[in-house]
């Protein structure tokens, strides 16, 4: 399968869990991926976990709230690679839990200048590779800010999410005429390293089997089962290739069909 031969994506948020995956299938789509993520450490593991030989990655630490490190994590795509045909933003700020009323909004800031700014700022640092030839930016968003709360009340967190939403729009008609396409892929609950270790902690808490656990979760979706990492993966890769040309300004929801729209 070579829908990204010869293309390369920077992917930020490239740690363990859906970054890692978005990464995998890049490469077994045949393209180059440039990675970025805070930890340069777990980072470098991930890269060589990946790409054993290095010939298809580069990856650099990288703080989406810090302009120089967006634009070098830019940089090392053209010099390592000589382009950019797609930016995929897996990084975000996910662990604030809670509604308003008790809320910390500094906490929330920080959540807005991660997951907002953050990745606008990523976006920005890309865009004169972009502009080359086309491209895609496709952003990881979140049905919690499409659907309201499921079992996790997290405000702060969903107005982050939507309001990359409503970015993702004004983006797309921005960068329409560079032929750069803009796209959300939407989440809902994920079979990955965080729900795992969500399971795990509710059956302790409880003193019930994951099993059951995760019966709970699959209750509302149509499918009866949970998206995977690989899942949304898939529908990422789909979005960043030339299969999706004519697609922009759209969110596709990867729920297992949990939330219809």
């Known amino acids: ?37 805070r930890d340069g450490e777990r980072l470098a593991r991930s890269a060589a976990a990946l790409d054993p030989g290095g010939e298809r990655t580069a990856h650099r630490a990288v703080d989406i709230t810090d302009e120089a490190q967006c634009a070098a994590l830019a940089e090392l795509a053209g010099e390592r690679f000589g382009r950019i045909d797609a930016v995929v933003h897996v990084a975000a700020r996910d662990q604030l839990i809670g509604g308003l009323a ?19 700022r990523m976006t920005r640092a890309c865009l004169p590779a972009l502009r080359e030839r086309g ?41 329409g005429p560079d032929r ?18 969500y399971t795990r902690a509710v059956a302790r808490r409880e003193g ?6 995760l019966t709970r ?18 529908a990422v890769v789909f979005l960043a290739s030339d299969r999706a040309r004519a697609i922009t300004g759209q969110s596709l929801l990867v729920n297992a069909g949990e939330l219809m729209r």
């Not at 992917?11 to 995998?24: E, H, K, M």
């Open 217 to 234: 979760l699959c209750e509302r979706m149509a499918l009866p089962e949970l998206a995977t990492d690989e899942d949304v993966a898939e």
């Open 1 to 37: 399968m070579t829908t990204l031969r010869e293309r390369t994506v920077v992917v930020s948020g490239a740690g363990p869990g859906l970054g890692a995956r978005v990464v995998a299938a890049v490469l077994r789509e045949g393209g180059n991926a440039v990675l970025g993520a």
């Open 102 to 120: 008790d809320a910390d909004l500094d906490g929330w800031r920080e959540v807005l200048e991660v997951n907002l700014l953050g990745t606008l």
């Open 135 to 175: 491209g895609s930016v496709v952003i990881i968003g979140s049905q919690s800010s499409a659907a309201g709360p499921g079992r996790v009340l997290q405000t702060g967190y969903a107005a982050s999410k939507g309001a990359l939403t409503s970015a993702m729009y004004s983006l797309a008609r921005e960068l």
């Open 180 to 197: 750069i396409r803009v796209n959300s892929v939407v989440p809902g609950w994920m079979w990955g390293p965080r729900v795992r270790a």
């Open 208 to 213: 019930v089997p994951e099993s059951e656990v």
